[in-house]
């Protein structure tokens, strides 16, 4: 199938012609947040969001605000003509890539911050990282106004922060959670994979099948010891080559609260390095249907 070609755009100002025109024609408006060095994950992200709105926009910012001093921010990999490419052939309309100054001008100074849900799993090694998110999601959600945006699930605890913070600042936008893509061999679509070197790679996919052990017992045994269990996977990641696993916990799927026994939908949640790159994973847990309990609140 031939695609119209996408409009590339690199203002806000443009990005709000753009979408005042489309409103005039009625049509409803869903947004793509991305960093770019786009994959098939990114392009399943446009190919939901179409089932809900009639005009889609993709936008590719490299945050610098949610790096810390020691991360990729200089090497994070930048491939816009691949992604334009990537993002016609999907059949998205526009493009928004602004530059850094667009986004923060030098007198730039507030920060959008959203307690409790922010505390521990990704960050708790990396100080900044959720404030930058919020901040910049919140930017491009009021610049764009759309009716929906699209995150992935892979990264579980910025979906769970991005609703809350549409929620607490009456954002009228609906976030829709996107279900995790994973390559052919099973490791979580990232656009930092491709860091990884062959050997890496052979360490890399282990996560998911430990993961995959871990939702087992969970789900199998009768009262699962959870910390046993995550003290015994977090040990076989390591024998398998892992270079650190920065945590790796279950939660309540919903909350992100700590959880001791499985009697509501959780979540096992993980940040696992190999040599230098930082792999995120998540996988759902389903109580036995006897342990179910209704949620009160
Ligand atoms: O998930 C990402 O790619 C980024 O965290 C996001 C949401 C685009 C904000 O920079």
Same mark, same amino acid.
């Given at each position: 199938m031939t695609?119209?070609?996408i409009? #590339?755009?690199r203002?806000?100002?443009? *990005?709000?012609?753009?979408?005042?025109?489309?409103?005039? &024609?009625?049509?409803t408006?869903?947004?793509?947040?991305?960093?770019?060095? *786009?994959?098939?994950?990114? *392009?399943?992200?446009?190919? &939901?969001? +179409?089932?809900?709105?009639?005009? %889609?926009?993709?936008?590719? =910012?490299?945050?610098?605000?949610q =790096?810390?001093p020691? @991360?990729?921010f200089?090497?994070?990999?930048? %491939?816009?003509? @691949?992604?334009?490419?990537?993002l016609?052939?999907?059949?998205?309309?526009?493009?928004?890539?602004?530059?850094?100054?667009?986004?923060?001008?030098?007198?730039f100074?507030?920060?959008?911050s959203?307690?409790k849900?922010?505390?521990?799993?990704c960050?708790?090694?990396?100080?900044? !990282? !959720?404030?930058?998110?919020?901040?910049?999601?919140?930017?491009? $959600?009021?610049?764009?106004?759309?009716?929906?945006?699209? !995150?992935?699930?892979?990264d579980?605890?910025?979906?769970?922060?991005?609703?809350?913070?549409?929620?607490?600042?009456?954002?009228?936008?609906?976030?829709?959670?996107?279900?995790?893509?994973?390559?052919?061999?099973?490791l979580?679509?990232s656009?930092?994979?491709?860091?990884?070197?062959?050997?890496?790679?052979?360490?890399?996919?282990?996560?998911?099948? /430990? $993961?995959?052990?871990?939702?087992?017992?969970?789900?199998?045994?009768?009262?699962?010891?959870?910390?046993?269990?995550? #003290?015994?996977?977090?040990? &076989?990641?390591?024998? @398998?080559? !892992?270079?650190?696993?920065?945590?790796?916990?279950?939660?309540?799927?919903? %909350?992100? @609260?700590?959880?001791?026994?499985?009697?509501?939908?959780?979540?096992?949640?993980?940040?696992?390095?190999?040599?230098?790159?930082?792999? *995120?994973?998540?996988?759902? /847990?389903?109580?036995?249907?006897?342990?179910?309990? +209704?949620?009160?609140?």
């Amino acid at each position: 199938m031939t695609h119209k070609s996408i409009k #590339i755009i690199r203002t806000i100002k443009e *990005l709000r012609e753009a979408v005042t025109s489309w409103r005039k &024609e009625g049509q409803t408006i869903g947004l793509i947040p991305t960093m770019g060095a *786009l994959h098939h994950g990114h *392009l399943s992200l446009v190919k &939901e969001i +179409k089932q809900h709105t009639s005009r %889609t926009i993709a936008s590719i =910012f490299v945050n610098k605000k949610q =790096f810390g001093p020691n @991360e990729d921010f200089d090497l994070y990999p930048r %491939t816009e003509e @691949e992604d334009i490419k990537k993002l016609q052939s999907a059949g998205c309309d526009l493009l928004y890539a602004p530059s850094m100054d667009e986004i923060y001008p030098t007198d730039f100074s507030s920060t959008v911050s959203v307690a409790k849900l922010t505390e521990g799993l990704c960050a708790a090694d990396r100080e900044h !990282f !959720f404030d930058g998110i919020t901040t910049v999601v919140t930017k491009l $959600l009021l610049q764009a106004l759309p009716d929906a945006a699209i !995150f992935g699930e892979k990264d579980y605890q910025q979906l769970a922060v991005i609703k809350h913070l549409v929620k607490d600042l009456d954002i009228p936008t609906k976030i829709i959670g996107a279900k995790l893509i994973r390559d052919k061999d099973g490791l979580a679509s990232s656009s930092r994979n491709r860091y990884l070197s062959t050997g890496e790679r052979v360490t890399a996919i282990k996560l998911h099948k /430990i $993961l995959n052990k871990i939702v087992q017992k969970c789900e199998e045994e009768d009262s699962p010891d959870l910390d046993q269990i995550l #003290i015994n996977a977090k040990q &076989e990641l390591l024998s @398998e080559g !892992f270079d650190d696993v920065k945590y790796l916990e279950i939660r309540d799927a919903e %909350t992100l @609260e700590t959880i001791t026994k499985i009697d509501h939908p959780a979540r096992v949640i993980t940040a696992a390095v190999v040599g230098k790159t930082r792999l *995120l994973d998540n996988m759902a /847990i389903i109580p036995h249907k006897g342990l179910v309990n +209704k949620r009160s609140t």
